[in-house]
């Protein structure tokens, strides 16, 4: 009997009382529930005979209630998913028929019986049938509305990160020259005509005229911005109209699935012992074996199922668009994951965090195909399947999600080699977990401690953890070895000394100058985050996991203890490098979309209950002001996007296809950050490349900045027979002396064949160490060898100077003695490097306060850019504050002190020789250039004569082992050198078009 009224009371309810709840968590829908049906009560006054009604209603409902309570509570538990989904279909449905009495004016009373009154009656019940089909389609879609926020996330972060496709900055760029070419050919117009007037009304003129032009000639204006558009897309483009890569790191994948197309390995060819090798990149000498590597692999199968539908598919355009489709795809964890706890409208916020925060976007746009796209899709995914391991009831199915967090999370260490922070994260938050559960449970440890450990939660917490270790350990060995399996006991170390120099070795670090592992300061990781408001709201949400209760009325703390073990490890991570940034996006954004959906839900039962405004209204303005917030992550988005462009453009595609068209085999030597780009566009081996440097940082550095031709050559020479062998080669018969080893191997690459060996024998060596020795120094089988100067090296001057300038001497100074107190570090400097007192005390307080990479050498750059020069009686000044005298040649710098002679000048003399002009006395710390074509640059002393400067600004001059291959300009003005290096001396370099200096 009851069973049938409560199906008919329900029916009622259905028409007069259909909600949307946004918090799924939450127990009781009425509490944050919108009753529509509420809006005829705000307006209108109650009326008697409804409320009496609806008492009537109360009462039944409520004597119901009381008979089955003995039979509902036996139900609970089985049908407990069942009314959680039938209040998911609930909190998602809108009774669209009541917004009608939203909008109707006020009446007066109407008689009862009125015709009037009954076809108005009937035609709303008219409306609200169809609209009631509306709303059961979205009930029996319960999944309609996670969709659709899910693929509006998917939808602006495809969006944004398909920029490069379309470079929508060039159209900027464009306008910019264009309109600045009009401009300027106005303003010589008017200097013609009026040549004395005053600037300030000069630019009036021209402002007004420019306006005019526009109007007047706005079609043949446009065009020509469209053309000049087109022209620098095109110069970013291959011939077939793909965008080239961004960055560099890139063209490493690319070339690796190349290989696995062509090869069917991640190489191109074998060593000795039958092991693939990718033969290219170090060099003659053989890289060690290349293992799976999931980017790749995944690119040249998505290539391959491409190009069986479509034979126009390009590889290039397949690794290019994998960011879009990985970071598509890690929207989907994301939501879910924060719609756990707060909600559709806090997973729907957690998804759009990923896909437009600025700092993954700026890491992850299309052409941007590196590994920081699995940084967010594993970690995501991991989570997940964390989480739902910890939700679900059935512990075999908890066992299979944790599982699958096993198998991914073996997949990840063959995407990234820093794949085990996560795996520390998820056992440390099972392992604070079942601390907590330990002491929340305590009292239950008198029953015995098995007992104690059989509690549902302590046990199953215990089997999740075990069996995502255990799962971990297999798929991690599966995939990558055994070995890769201690990494995440050892990988928080190897952070730590990520950048350390002068500790276990006296050769440089070369991550101390990797722009993506710069330290930054804490104001820059929330700005990277999206600002001070979003980063609070995040760390709110944080709190919040833990404030908030369950179905169970259980506060469930392990949701906060993830994020914050997630927050600060990330954090840590973020001051070592900023690479890291994107590490943080993942917890950033589901801690922002709890804290979003939970503060949705308390605001709106505030406004609705604490304040009586109309429930629906209040749900309409706090989701329209909890949008605005997106509204800046949404701009920093497009800022992001706009500035995505390739590095790589016509030029250098062009200048490295010279070297592949006019060799058979050759090495590529420049300084290490285009290696990737060079090896694999070239087809070409290289010295080094962004993933491989090593020692040979030192000796590319000192080849570009000796001022001494032969001992660049001898350095070439040396790594194209064997890389950096050389000085580990003496080591082996100077008992491990690295600075004796050094020294010889300095005087020795100077010299001839049989000068070496005359050198070796000296040192009492045997034939077979002479021989060991001069294979890799003055090897008989030299390939070619090219050598690359550019543009960008200028600003590199700094870092390679550094390594090049590297003194072996006082980083094993460094390393021996910055612990040491003060005596026993005062005696070893005496004793082992020869210093006396004075000497010894001063290096060893520089030591202690002096870091390593500081204090063993300097940062030699060039301090201006070019500057142009104007003569007036013999006096040569230029921009940049360099002043020469032509007479004498005496060149000096303008300070706030007054002038100050510089240390040198590089010039060109009336001979025709390339000379560097020192001065005495009181110098400047500076020394400049100057150039032929009439301007100068002002740098450290240390590079007026370097190689690098006689080759990229005075073309090579006066050298006799380099000459010119390719010498191309960028669209960004930026100058490309391709230098063949010839082993015997050639032709002396003239440059017949040189402005030579007369100091006669």
């Known amino acids: 009997m009851y069973k049938g009224d409560m199906e008919e009371t329900k029916k009622k309810e259905d028409k007069e009382y259909l909600s949307i709840d946004v918090d799924e968590s939450q127990d009781s829908d009425d509490e944050i529930s919108i009753d529509f049906s509420k809006v005829k009560n705000f307006f209108q006054k109650k009326k008697k005979d409804k409320i009496e009604e609806a008492e009537e209603k109360v009462e039944e409902i409520e004597e119901g209630i009381t008979e089955t309570k003995e039979e509902l509570e036996k139900e609970s538990k089985q049908t407990y998913e069942e009314e959680k989904e039938e209040s998911d279909d609930e909190?998602?449905?809108?009774?669209?028929?009541?917004?009608?009495?939203?909008?109707?004016?006020?009446?007066?009373?109407?008689?009862?019986?009125?015709?009037?009154?009954?076809?108005?009656?009937?035609?709303?019940?008219?409306?609200?049938?169809?609209?009631?089909?509306?709303?059961?389609?979205?009930?029996?879609?319960?999944?309609?509305?996670?969709?659709?926020?899910?693929?509006?996330?998917?939808?602006?972060?495809?969006?944004?990160?398909?920029?490069?496709?379309?470079?929508?900055?060039?159209?900027?760029?464009?306008?910019?020259?264009?309109?600045?070419?009009?401009?300027?050919?106005?303003?010589?117009?008017?200097?013609?005509?009026?040549?004395?007037l005053p600037d300030a009304n000069k630019n009036m003129l021209v402002e007004s005229q420019f306006k005019k032009v526009l109007e007047q000639e706005k079609q043949q204006i446009n065009d020509q911005i469209r053309a000049t558009s087109d022209y620098f897309k095109a110069k970013m483009q291959d011939d077939a109209g793909q965008t080239y890569l961004l960055a560099i790191d890139p063209y490493y994948w690319y070339a690796s699935a190349r290989n696995y197309i062509n090869h069917g390995q991640f190489g191109d060819s074998y060593n000795e012992n039958g092991e693939k090798i990718f033969s290219l990149r170090n060099g003659r000498e053989d890289m060690n074996p290349t293992s799976i590597k999931f980017h790749p692999l995944i690119g040249a199968w998505l290539y391959k199922f491409l190009h069986f539908f479509n034979k126009n598919v390009s590889l290039m355009g397949v690794i290019f668009i994998m960011p879009v489709i990985l970071i598509g795809l890690s929207i989907i964890p994301a939501f879910f994951i924060g719609k756990r706890v707060g909600g559709n409208l806090g997973g729907f916020f957690a998804a759009m965090i990923v896909a437009i925060n600025s700092s993954l976007l700026s890491r992850t746009p299309a052409g941007f195909s590196d590994t920081d796209s699995y940084n967010i899709f594993f970690p995501l995914f991991i989570l997940w399947m964390f989480i739902e391991a910890f939700e679900e009831k059935d512990l075999k199915k908890s066992v299979k999600f944790i599982s699958i967090g096993g198998l991914?999370?073996?997949l990840y260490s063959t995407a990234w080699g820093g794949w085990w922070y996560v795996f520390d994260f998820v056992l440390v938050t099972t392992g604070i977990y079942l601390i907590y559960q330990f002491i929340l449970n305590i009292k239950h440890i008198k029953n015995g401690f098995v007992k104690y450990l059989n509690i549902p939660v302590i046990k199953n917490s215990i089997i999740i953890g075990g069996s995502f270790f255990i799962t971990s350990a297999i798929f991690v060995s599966l995939f990558k070895g055994f070995n890769s399996f201690v990494m995440p006991f050892r990988g928080p170390l190897s952070v730590i000394k990520l950048k350390e120099v002068a500790i276990t070795t006296i050769w440089p670090n070369v991550l101390t100058t990797v722009a993506e592992f710069n330290k930054t300061r804490f104001g820059?990781?929330?700005?990277?985050?999206?600002?001070?408001?979003?980063?609070?709201?995040?760390?709110?949400?944080?709190?919040?996991?833990?404030?908030?209760?369950?179905?169970?009325?259980?506060?469930?703390?392990?949701?906060?203890?993830?994020?914050?073990?997630?927050f600060i490890g990330t954090l840590y991570g973020f001051t070592k490098g900023v690479r890291f940034a994107i590490l943080m996006v993942p917890a950033f954004a589901i801690a922002f979309g709890v804290s979003i959906g939970v503060i949705y839900n308390y605001l709106s039962r505030w406004l609705s209950k604490g304040l009586h405004v109309n429930k629906y209204i209040s749900h309409f303005i706090i989701i329209a002001s909890l949008l605005l917030l997106l509204i800046s992550p949404?701009?920093?988005?497009?800022?992001?996007?706009?500035?995505?462009?390739?590095?790589?453009?016509?030029?250098?595609?062009?200048?490295?296809?010279?070297?592949?068209?006019?060799?058979?085999?050759?090495?590529?030597?420049?300084?290490?950050?285009?290696?990737?780009?060079?090896?694999?566009?070239?087809?070409r081996r290289v010295t080094f490349d962004g993933a491989d440097q090593g020692e040979r940082i030192h000796w590319v550095g000192k080849s570009l900045l000796t001022s001494?031709?032969?001992?660049?050559?001898?350095?070439?020479?040396?790594?194209?027979?064997?890389?950096?062998?050389?000085?580990?080669?003496?080591?082996?018969?100077?008992?491990?002396?690295?600075?004796?080893?050094?020294?010889?191997?300095?005087?020795?690459?100077?010299?001839?064949?049989?000068?070496?060996?005359?050198?070796?024998?000296?040192?009492?060596?045997?034939?077979?160490?002479?021989?060991?020795?001069?294979?890799?120094?003055?090897?008989?089988?030299?390939?070619?060898?090219?050598?690359?100067t550019s543009e960008d090296m200028i600003g590199k001057a700094g870092v390679w100077g550094h390594f090049g300038s590297w003194d072996f001497k006082r980083a094993k100074m460094w390393k021996t003695v910055h612990e040491l107190d003060y005596n026993e570090g005062i005696k070893i400097l005496k004793e082992e490097f020869n210093l006396n007192e004075d000497e010894a005390d001063n290096i060893y307080y520089e030591i202690q306060n002096n870091k390593a990479d500081r204090w063993v050498s300097g940062w030699p750059g060039y301090l201006s850019g070019l500057n142009s020069c104007n003569e007036k009686d013999n006096l040569l000044k230029c921009g940049n504050g360099l002043e020469v005298n032509l007479v004498n040649m005496e060149a000096y710098i303008s300070t706030q002190q007054g002038k100050i002679l510089l240390n040198s000048l590089a010039f060109i003399n009336n001979k025709k020789e390339f000379e560097v002009k020192?001065?005495?006395?009181?110098?400047?710390?500076?020394?400049?250039?100057?150039?032929?074509?009439?301007?100068?640059?002002?740098?450290?002393?240390?590079l007026a004569g370097s190689m690098f400067t006689r080759l990229f600004f005075f073309d090579g001059h006066g050298l006799k082992h380099f000459k010119i291959l390719s010498d191309k300009r960028q669209i960004t003005g930026g100058r490309i050198q391709v230098w063949k290096v010839g082993w015997e001396e050639g032709e002396t370099n003239i440059l017949e078009e040189l402005k030579v200096i007369d100091i006669s």
């Open 91 to 196: 909190e998602i449905s809108i009774d669209f028929s009541k917004i009608k009495d939203f909008f109707k004016r006020k009446k007066e009373k109407v008689k009862k019986g009125s015709k009037k009154s009954t076809d108005k009656e009937s035609s709303e019940d008219e409306i609200s049938i169809d609209w009631k089909n509306f709303i059961n389609f979205f009930k029996k879609n319960k999944y309609i509305i996670p969709v659709l926020l899910i693929l509006i996330a998917v939808f602006f972060s495809t969006f944004f990160r398909m920029y490069p496709v379309y470079l929508p900055a060039t159209d900027n760029w464009a306008t910019s020259s264009v309109h600045n070419s009009v401009k300027a050919n106005i303003k010589n117009q008017i200097n013609q005509q009026y040549p004395n």
């Open 408 to 410: 991914l999370t073996g």
């Open 524 to 566: 820059a990781i929330i700005s990277q985050m999206g600002g001070q408001l979003l980063f609070s709201i995040a760390i709110i949400g944080i709190i919040l996991t833990v404030l908030i209760k369950n179905n169970e009325n259980k506060r469930d703390v392990k949701y906060a203890i993830f994020l914050t073990i997630w």
């Open 634 to 683: 949404i701009q920093a988005a497009h800022r992001t996007a706009l500035n995505e462009i390739p590095s790589m453009n016509d030029e250098w595609y062009d200048s490295l296809i010279a070297i592949k068209e006019n060799s058979e085999d050759a090495i590529i030597t420049s300084w290490w950050d285009f290696g990737h780009w060079f090896y694999s566009i070239s087809e």
């Open 708 to 788: 001494d031709e032969d001992e660049s050559v001898g350095i070439l020479k040396m790594l194209n027979c064997g890389q950096e062998k050389a000085p580990h080669i003496l080591e082996k018969y100077f008992e491990n002396n690295t600075i004796k080893s050094i020294d010889i191997l300095n005087k020795i690459i100077l010299q001839d064949k049989k000068q070496t060996i005359l050198t070796l024998k000296k040192e009492n060596l045997s034939d077979k160490a002479i021989e060991d020795i001069i294979k890799v120094t003055h090897c008989d089988d030299l390939i070619d060898q090219y050598y690359i």
């Open 918 to 942: 020192m001065f005495e006395g009181e110098t400047a710390r500076y020394s400049a250039a100057l150039l032929p074509n009439g301007k100068s640059i002002i740098m450290d002393p240390k």
